[in-house]
């Protein structure tokens, strides 16, 4: 039996043009994880958020239309000390009462490498909105068990807590904040 050409030209075509889709990802909060270090005197003090989504749009083929969105309790910060958390949600640092959610929103990827972006965005936090450039690292995709697609992020970054107006601490608390995401983000 003869196949016609044209139909093997479409099929081939039709692949090209599947896998130049966006492929939207949601992180799986049980696989996935935001921390961050800040200076207390000479040694940095860990915490982490247990609150978060995430949503990355991927474009493989085009990565430069790629898009990402987070979002973040803060009164969900956890530094494995009730009191500082306390403090931490208080008006002193991230006004949990007037400002509950931060929230990320990409405006432009940047490909630095293999699966290695730039991501610049607008991060809100204590309501300043600022932007800031995150190193995001594509760890993979396969399908799980199911055959649902599931990829793996790193994303990394560093901001001076003072460009969103959270100065409290001058001298015994420092300004630079590193933060680390890792998300496990299967196919919406």
């Known amino acids: 039996?003869?196949?016609?050409?044209?139909?093997?030209?479409?099929?081939?075509?039709?692949?090209?043009?599947?896998?130049?889709?966006?492929?939207?990802?949601?992180?799986?909060?049980?696989?996935?994880?935001?921390?961050?270090?800040?200076?207390?005197?000479?040694?940095?003090?860990?915490?982490?958020?247990?609150?978060?989504?995430?949503?990355?749009?991927?474009?493989?083929?085009?990565?430069?239309?790629?898009?990402?969105?987070?979002?973040?309790?803060?009164?969900?910060?956890?530094?494995?000390?009730?009191d500082r958390d306390e403090?931490?949600?208080?008006?002193?640092?991230?006004?949990?009462?007037?400002?509950?959610?931060?929230?990320?929103?990409s405006t432009e990827w940047k490909v630095d490498g293999d699966n290695q972006f730039s991501v610049t965005g607008n991060l809100s936090m204590n309501g300043e909105t600022k932007p800031v450039t995150l190193d995001v690292t594509l760890l993979g995709m396969q399908p799980n068990r199911d055959g649902a697609m599931v990829s793996g992020w790193e994303i990394s970054g560093k901001l001076d807590r003072r460009d969103w107006g959270i100065t409290y601490g001058q001298g015994i608390v420092g300004n630079e904040v590193e933060f680390e995401a890792l998300l496990q983000a299967p196919q919406a």
């Not at 940095?44 to 987070?70: C, L």
Request: charged share 20%.
């Open 1 to 82: 039996m003869r196949i016609p050409l044209l139909f093997i030209a479409a099929s081939v075509l039709g692949a090209g043009a599947l896998s130049a889709e966006t492929q939207e990802f949601k992180a799986d909060k049980a696989h996935s994880s935001v921390t961050f270090k800040i200076r207390h005197f000479f040694t940095k003090v860990p915490g982490s958020f247990a609150e978060m989504d995430a949503t990355i749009k991927y474009n493989e083929a085009d990565p430069s239309k790629s898009s990402a969105t987070a979002q973040i309790d803060v009164a969900s910060v956890d530094t494995n000390n009730s």
């Open 87 to 105: 403090h931490l949600a208080s008006d002193d640092f991230f006004s949990a009462s007037s400002h509950p959610t931060m929230t990320f929103e």
